[in-house]
């Protein structure tokens, strides 16, 4: 959780470089595509379908 804290400032400072070197409407767009990229992720990495999988072992023994 601190990790998550620390990090924060990197975001405003990769917001504020993307929007002196590229625009507000490119960086917006970058923004958005990296924003439904890792939002979508979960719909094509199969690992992220064995969450519902119960172990049968696990189910035998209660």
Avoid: E, H, K
Avoid at 30 to 36: P, Q, R
């Amino acid at each position: 959780m601190a990790a998550c804290y620390a990090l924060i400032p990197f975001g405003g400072l990769l917001g504020g470089g993307l929007v002196s070197t590229l625009g507000f409407s490119s960086a917006m767009l970058i923004c958005a595509a990296a924003y439904l990229a890792v939002t979508m992720l979960p719909a094509v990495d199969t690992t992220w379908r064995q969450i519902d999988v119960r172990d049968p072992a696990a189910a035998r023994a209660g």
